[in-house]
């Protein structure tokens, strides 16, 4: 077992160019039997790792893991170096949610790390039952094909350090293959030791949710459902490539860019001649070339340029991070506003709602406007107020689960600047829609539902104020 899996693990770095002998490797080590199943076959394999131990200081027992992981590297003679991330104070600073500022301190320690070990590559012990965890849970997040795709064995991503130089890292997970009772095998046929994280048990937790009950109910209708969840993934993945190569060279192709990227204009006529798949991911790789925040762009705001170019000359639609999207005579416009140009009255300054009920039959087209959403007219308890976030607004995530609004903006990257300029529909203290995000799983249509509440919102741009609530 111990002899077949390195050799497995040596196979898959050299398959995948993950990295060479002779470079210096910064390995993310927690303590955990991953980091420390990896950081021992490297080190066997005759790989230069360098542990790196991030501590969280958010467990009683963080020094005692980040003692184990320095006695670890002594004994296996590999340089070690630990760092202390406070991310309680990130979170009253950023508004990030625990896990998100510990992840986003813990890669910020690992890409300083890497230019202090001279290396150009980081190694994550991510397995195949993470691969599985994290393809179920973009999947009930609504996740496209990007988020379907799960982790990929090797990632770049350009740092810019604090000094303002930029570099180019890579990120390499070996141990992507492998699952986790193989991992647990090996450290016990040779007798090693590990630290548990209690929170992992923590079934409050998404997740931990997937980890501890969702896959051991479906590996009781298939075995190998990790196996075959890991393996869609990596078709997924392939599928994604393709397509966003396809709109990169389509991109390159028709789009027309100034040189500081500030603005794209992409034609109407070549565009909707292409594939309706194909479209989103056009749109998604003109958000790329120009520099508008991947992170805060949403499905919505895909289908929301996607739209315009069914529209009528004068239609616009507002993006993440100061961007719009405007529809002119033969192209869609995509650029960033400036205060020159929100003076001018760009912006949305205005938002009216206008509603109508009917009887359900059983039958329901989709409506064709991206703000015209439909809901359960039963279900709703006082009259529909369109407004602004307040504090004790809850959105139902999923049917009879409710999630603060505010930790919701957290948990979707919403910048805290922008939170107070989305407006939503509100049922009291209760979340009907999120305008150009999400609509509450409470008070959807269903085959139960007697009479609809059809809402539709209207947009007028001009100078920029914060419209009143109107009903």
């Known amino acids: 077992m111990k002899a077949d899996l390195i050799s497995r693990i040596q196979a898959y770095i050299e398959a995948n160019a993950l ?12 303590g955990g039997p991953d980091s420390v199943a990896l950081l021992i076959i490297l080190k066997e394999l005759g790989y230069e790792p360098a ?8 467990r009683e027992s963080a020094g005692e893991d980040e003692a184990f ?6 004994r296996l003679g590999v340089p070690f170096r630990a760092e202390h991330a406070d991310v309680r104070s990130r979170v009253a600073e950023t508004g990030e949610s625990v ?19 001279g290396a150009k590559t980081i190694a994550l012990a991510h397995h195949e039952n993470d691969q599985a965890e994290t393809v179920l849970f973009n999947l009930v997040r609504g996740s496209g094909l990007r988020g379907l795709s799960g982790m990929a064995p090797l990632q770049i991503r350009e740092v810019i350090h604090t000094d303002g130089k930029k570099q180019k890292i890579r990120i390499v997970r070996p141990l992507l293959f492998v699952k986790k009772a193989e991992i647990l095998e090996f450290l016990r046929e040779r007798g090693e030791s590990w630290r548990e994280d ?52 389509w991109i390159r192709a028709h789009a027309e860019t100034n040189k500081k990227s500030s603005w794209m204009e992409l034609p109407a006529e070549p565009f909707l001649q292409e594939e309706r798949v194909l479209q989103d991911y056009m749109v998604a790789e003109a958000f790329r070339t120009i520099g508008l925040p991947m992170k805060d762009k949403g499905r919505k705001h895909l289908e929301a340029v996607t739209e315009l170019f069914l ?19 033969t192209v869609v416009r995509i650029e960033k506003l400036s205060e020159k140009s929100r003076d001018e009255g760009r912006a949305p300054v205005e938002y009216l709602m206008n ?14 406007k991206t703000y015209t959403k439909c809901f359960d007219y039963d279900k709703i308890k006082q009259r529909p107020e369109l407004r602004f976030r307040k504090p004790g607004d809850l959105i139902a995530v999923a049917p009879g689960q409710h999630k603060k609004l505010k930790d919701w903006f957290i948990d979707e990257k919403i910048p805290v600047k922008e939170r107070d300029r989305i407006p939503v529909i509100a049922d009291g203290r209760d979340i009907l829609w999120i305008l150009g995000y999400r609509m509450s799983a409470d008070h959807k249509v269903t085959a139960k539902t007697r009479t609809v509440l059809e809402i539709t919102i209207d947009i007028k741009y001009g100078r920029e104020a914060r419209p009143e609530a109107e009903a």
């Open 355 to 368: 509603t109508r009920t009917f009887s359900f039959d059983g039958t329901l087209g989709f409506p064709k």
């Open 99 to 117: 896990e998100e500022a510990a992840r986003n301190l813990r890669y910020e320690i690992l890409f300083r790390a890497v230019r202090t070990f």
């Open 19 to 30: 990295f060479k002998k002779e470079e210096r490797v910064v390995l993310g080590c927690s």
């Open 311 to 329: 529209n009528t000359v004068g239609k616009q639609v507002m993006l993440p991070g100061e961007w719009t999207a405007v529809r002119n005579y």
């Open 51 to 58: 542990a790196v131990h991030v501590n969280h200081g958010l």
């Open 198 to 249: 209690e929170t992992n048990r923590d079934d409050r937790i998404s997740r931990n949710q997937i980890r501890l009950h969702v896959i051991p109910e479906l590996e009781k209708v298939r075995a190998d459902s990790v196996d075959k969840i890991a393996e869609a993934s990596d078709w997924i993945r392939e599928v994604d490539a393709y397509l966003t190569k396809k709109a990169a060279e």
């Open 69 to 74: 992981v320095r006695d670890l590297a002594n």
